[in-house]
């Protein structure tokens, strides 16, 4: 399959202008070519991109994808009510069916909004494998002690849990250890080993609120939560932490030291009334920033565009100044920056690269005058400008309709009847 | 002319389901007849909503509409360079025609957003008001002391201004003394005098950033801008004042005693580093709160659904409560609040009100489960979503189609070249 978009404006983060205007040519799974001159050969498809927008899908590094049908179940109350109360009870009605279904609602809230490679993290993953397989989406799981283990030995659990994920193009794995305040040391400590033998990366949420990290300091002689897993060895290997939030200055530098990634998730952050994180401090440590959507249950919605825009703008107000976290940086966090820690060779349009590519309508109100694209796509873009979602070279989303094997109304029909049953009284 | 709007979710803020399935009447520009069951009446035109969401348009009670051309100029930049090196030094080459292009482009991005009665404050009022008659759209439209005055005196020229705005049903006027920081005190006593007598509303932009209180209580011996004003007799009128972040609790106070309304504009307060507006503690005094975009310099998209995302939760990010600032209540303030504000007979679908409807795409994956729809519309929502916009009766946007009386694309191409040619150097 050979693919041709022409008259593109492509994005281009190396290069000071950002967009090259030119044509991308698609061969199976990889840009094969980019040019700015006529290409004169033979194509299966040629789309005409009309002057629009083509850059790289957006890479989404913390997801609870079938949380989708928890949204809305409860907002605008506090996090015990939030958690307790309403998202872990219904959670604990969810069959693997349910989460099959779940997993494909997310999926296709993500290619409506060009999101076209996520980490993955939650609990049946053998249902969340089949529904990404299906659907041709790439996603990096997450597997690990998320639930009770039985007497069976934490390393056959891990082996198993792992086994379940089938590794391939599109799908890796990566060993999920919840959180400090969900794990106990012991187990922790199992999963560094199991992942030091077995060269598999980690990822965690971290110092995500003001109680876990009090908690943390408390529990352990003073030490903050990112000192407590560097001296349990956690940092040891490629490693990626949810929202870190709460980090002072020696936390943040024990992450660059041991160059971890960190993924932001900005709206879930100020709507469960977390905090806001220290990015601007995270950039000058070099820190490798991403940006994450979380779960609907906490946010409440797939939107990368959202994120896009409270990063920067949260950092701004956050030390009272305009001037930090520019489009441009937020750009590359939401893409290349998010496919670096995730390890797949996607997050822009360069040749060579696997084809996750969207295109973007600049042909409306708020995308003029048209200068400044960078700027126009991270503060005044919206995820509904998205017209054409390709992941690993196929189109699965395009003008309204979704290409990925089964019928929307179907999954919106099963969506509505789980949740009616889960919340049931 | 007679059109019925059938099969639709109906917002009703009043209920607590929040919703009413029906068909809505509308009668020339008011809606005329709510039903729940079918009407056996002839119509001109029979909308089928398909189970969609029908809601009031939303209320923009802050906006300086024609910079829009300003959009992208300078972002990421301390406010000085900002302001003095980039935004005046453009808007000064802004010529009448300039305006009213840039107003025209303006209500498309309303319009696409669903937005359909803005409280506006820029200069050259006559071109603003052409272009919104032109478009058959609803303002408030700001006149008063902005430019510099010549020796004529200033009741003159307040009369002169305000006979530009020729009220009618969808155009009302209002004063507008920017600030206490560009008007000098004799010409706010001047407003307040001149306003007084002719039965006249004020809007002013108040305690937008930390050196305005700062400076201002250096000034004015420790008093707040609040305080100044108070005591200027500002407030003995009905008042809204933009902005509103940095308020202390006596502020407040005297702002829920004289009845003023407060315009949050929150995109704008973070992403030029201001602050976070204190929402909460304004519900706690009974204060009207409405929800403004800003202009598009600063924000830089005409979005209330955005705004609405802020103002909930910043208000519970900045006192660490996940649980203040309900869906529900931002969605009044982002219509009959800011109805209210405004005094237009909108931001309800009950009868008798003045016919301002906007129809929302709920068949897509954000909208899934099909419940909580008041929350779904606050954290999931995105202007995307909104299918049609009636403006007094009239239809002004459907489905990607403006109906304005002027090609879109012609906007388009004028305002490309307006600001190719006020940037060059």
Redesign the interface.
Known sequence: MKILFKNAKILNLDIKEGIINGNVVVENDTISKITTSAINEDFDLVIDVKGNLLMPGFVDTHCHSPM??L???C?????D??LYENVIPCENKLTSEDVYWAEK??I??YL?AGITCIEEGYFKNESIVKALKECNFRARVGFGPTTKTSNVDNFTLLKNEKAIIEESNLIKSVCFVHSIYTINEKEILECVDYTAKNNIPRSIHLSET?NEVGDCTVKHNGKTPVQYLEDLGFFDRQTLCYHCVHMDKDDLQILADYNVSVSTCP?S????????APIYAMQNKGINITIGTDG?AS?????MF?EM?LV???S??S?????????REVLKMATLNGAKALGFDVGEIKVGKKADIILINI????Y?????LL??LV??G????VYLTMVNGKILYENGKFHIGED?NK??EQ??K???RITKK
Chains 1, 2 share one sequence.
Do not use: C, M
């Open positions: 989708t049908v949204r809305g179940i907002d605008d109350a506090p996090l009510e939030w609602l997310a296709l809230e409506k003001l709206s952050n100020i709507k469960l009334a977390s905090g806001i609907v946010n409440n919605s797939l939107d959202k825009f920067a703008t949260l701004k107000v030390i009272y100044d305009a001037s930090v976290v520019s489009a042909n409306q109100p708020h003029y005058p048209q200068v400044n700027s126009h503060y005044a919206k995820s509904g400008d929307e999954i919106y969506i509505n789980i949740r009616e």
